[in-house]
DNA sequence: TGATTAAGTGAGTAACTGATCACTTCAGGG
DNA sequence: CCCTGAAGTGATCAGTTACTCACTTAATCA
């Protein structure tokens, strides 16, 4: 059952990031991933040159779907504060939709083996932070959230919400739907920032 | 150089915190542990029975930590803001002072090898979550705190807050400084909580 | 048709890791 | 003074992992 390149490739990719959901990143081993394709070991390295590369091929198709799912979420939606649900809607649903990534984040691959990988991330990161800030800073031209604390600061608290919900998901044995409970504590958060008029 | 046993106990478990931060919590080796030491890797074996072994004393050697962190945060200060202040630098301060922790979070040796380990951090970050419910609803109840969101979700707010500053400072190479910047965001999210008198 | 070549195989290898074992060293108590 | 037992050593083992290589298979196309 001979397969083209690219289909390979990208199943490859997929059962990586499977396998790191099932198991962790740093159990995903070559022979793990491929006995579960149907493939001999060996014929990995036909698709990729080391097993690196396969972890940067996961991270641009990670980087990818991020990437989308941003755009389309700026696109839903005018008031600032909608763009902003749905930014971290979209966020939610990414990790919920992989749920390696905020093992990910903190495995051996990325920290200590693959320089590429943490800068893809990082990147990634910063970019997010930077379209939140855009959406805070027009919110608070607009009167839509109080310009008593800074954008930047604002952004800062909103991302780590993200992060620390996904977290508490992760940790728990995923006992809570994550799309839900994030959803929820933005609401309340936003409550918090929308609040004019201080006392 | 001899050294009578529970020295040498502490002395592995200091290092391979140690080992931890600095080439992530799966890489640590018994040999390496070893050698940095300076003793041969078998004697590891003299004071573990296992790998586990030594992963299980460093849990309870920080479970300790954190505890004392605790106890002392809560017994500065009346005020149930201050309490709370003094209950997240303190967490801070333990996570700058321990750099592992974020990432030995998502390591192997705790969400796949060491079961005991994942449960004993699991009930550590209950039980702060319940420290801080307990002064959030002394806040909300003294008037310091707005009651207009519920304790348990301004609970998980600053929990998610101290995470996602930790993150950002895992993976940003450390490049500001945990404490400050952590603090720093507490005070602006205690601003937006302690604002009475919504519009 | 026959040559080319991408995809896959099976059998390896070198490096590393956790753990074992027989043996040595040495301090302290009877 | 010698005996016991804790602490350490060096050699070694079995298992795992990423990666290699010579070789086969089969689809494509000139």
Redesign the pocket.
Known sequence: M????DH?KAEIVAKVLDLADRIGPD?V???AVATEIG?????L???FP???AMWTAVAEQVSDWLGRAWASALSSGTKPLDRIAALIAAQLHQIAATPAMPMLLFSRELNVDNADLRAAFRDRLSAFHALLLQEITHGQQQGEIRDDVTASDIAVLLISLVQGVAIRWSLGSRNFALQDEGERLLAVQLHLLATKGIR
């Open positions: 001979r397969k083209p390149a390979r159990r081993t070559t022979g493939i001999t070991q060996a014929a390295f036909r698709h080391t097993k690196s």
